[in-house]
């Protein structure tokens, strides 16, 4: 019998809403041709962001310079502009591209239209000295450095018309071809759709590739005839379990690599303590970094298989999946869940499944039976243990993961 709670919420509810009607994809490009011209540009480019770079470190360093931010419209401060000055001017990327015009490297950045393209290289330098802010405090300016990886495009400055990119830059516009691509059909109907003929994107060196960012409409392959709820946890035995009953515990293989992940978490934090309590200088921590991120990858391979799982059991029964959107501890990824839930959420988009990301405030302190929520916070007096779930209203009894 379904519970008064339940019945409560299925009045509420409508399965055919609760999915998206789009999802975001990266169309590539690749095998660019990489003419004189555009190697030469790119070159350039690289120099104006060093420029700019060196630049802003002098300013911070002197003191004339009091902060920058990642955005003119000061988002990741109460203060408004991008730079303000010891002396109480503060500057728009705008207005601060005329005060800097030679260290754009003999380009007239004051044309109309240039200049959109030189406060975009402007902005990205003022984000990376505000993000190494964000992740390190305010007390060691950094030397920041571009080597050349990239050329960020932003809107209005990629263009694909006859096989061929257009490419306008505060150098010029280059037209060049390519060999290969994927999700182009769906970039051009998307961009036809919105009657826009100028995207953005970014030109990755290494591989030889542009990327630009598509929206794809979200297509279900079938009406949903049910619910198929999920809950994901820290307990080994219970790491996902399912409204049916049905449970999935983590494997050998995912725990090893995540007790490795909290080992790299451990000494990476170092970092913030005291420099005579680290155990590895700036060097051997880069080295380090780039194992967590392998790590990272080799966990998402490791829950592929756990995920798939889950969305065969919805699909096979034409369900409506229910995603848990636990965020406890998911910044450091130590347990799976920063790994399962946006898998599950791109299967569910490339399959056509339908699905709804479940906000997850007190799943596990309400009563499935009579909604009875305890009011103090902090506490679950619904939840004695991790595995018991006991409603102090109603006396209702159950597994407290399948109650979450």
Request: aromatic residues 10%; charged residues 30%; contains cysteine.
């Amino acid at each position: 019998q379904t519970p008064i709670y339940l019945r409560k919420f299925e009045r509420k509810f409508d399965m055919k809403q609760s999915y998206p009607e789009s999802y975001i994809r990266n169309a590539k490009f690749w095998g660019i041709e990489e003419t004189p011209e555009f190697q030469e540009a790119c070159v350039r480019y690289t120099k104006i962001l060093n420029n700019i770079s060196n630049h802003l470190k002098q300013k911070l360093k002197s003191g004339e310079v009091e902060y920058l931010n990642k955005s003119s419209l000061g988002v990741d401060t109460e203060q408004p502009g991008l730079i303000k000055f010891k002396d109480g001017r503060m500057f728009t990327d705008s207005f601060y591209v005329d005060e800097i015009v030679h260290l754009y490297d003999g380009v007239d950045v004051l044309q109309k239209g240039i200049k959109t393209m030189a406060r975009s290289m402007l902005q990205y330098a003022c984000n990376r000295f505000g993000g190494y802010a964000n992740r390190n405090g305010g007390s060691k300016i950094p030397t920041i450095t571009f080597k050349g990886k990239d050329f960020q495009l932003k809107d209005k400055q990629l263009r694909f018309e006859n096989g061929k990119i257009k490419m306008k830059t505060i150098f010029g516009t280059y037209e060049l071809e390519y060999s290969n691509s994927i999700k182009e059909d769906e970039l051009l109907a998307f961009l036809k759709q919105e009657s826009k003929r100028w995207t953005g994107g970014n030109y990755i060196k290494k591989q030889n590739c542009i990327v630009t960012q598509v929206r794809i409409p979200f297509e279900p392959i079938y009406v949903p005839q049910g619910v198929l709820g999920t809950d994901f946890n820290k307990s080994i035995n219970d790491r996902i379990v399912l409204s049916n009953g049905y449970k999935i515990a983590a494997t050998d293989r995912q725990l090893e690599l995540e007790r490795q992940i909290k080992e790299v978490n451990k000494i990476l934090k170092e970092k913030d303590g005291p420099v005579k309590n680290r155990t590895m200088n700036s060097k051997k921590r880069r080295t380090l970094r780039k194992k967590q991120k392998s790590l990272h990858a080799e966990l998402l391979n490791a829950y592929r298989e756990s995920v798939q799982e889950v969305v065969d059991i919805a699909k096979n029964n034409q369900l409506l999946l229910c995603i848990d959107t636990v965020k406890t501890g998911q910044d450091l990824g130590t347990w799976g869940q920063d790994k399962i839930i946006p898998w599950m959420i791109t299967i569910c988009e490339n399959s056509g499944i339908p699905f709804y990301a479940v906000p997850c405030k007190n799943s596990s302190k309400r009563c499935p039976h009579c909604g009875y929520i305890p009011p103090e916070k902090g506490q679950n007096k619904n939840r004695p243990s991790t595995n018991e779930f006991k409603c102090q209203e109603c006396a209702y009894e159950e597994d407290a993961q399948l109650v979450g």
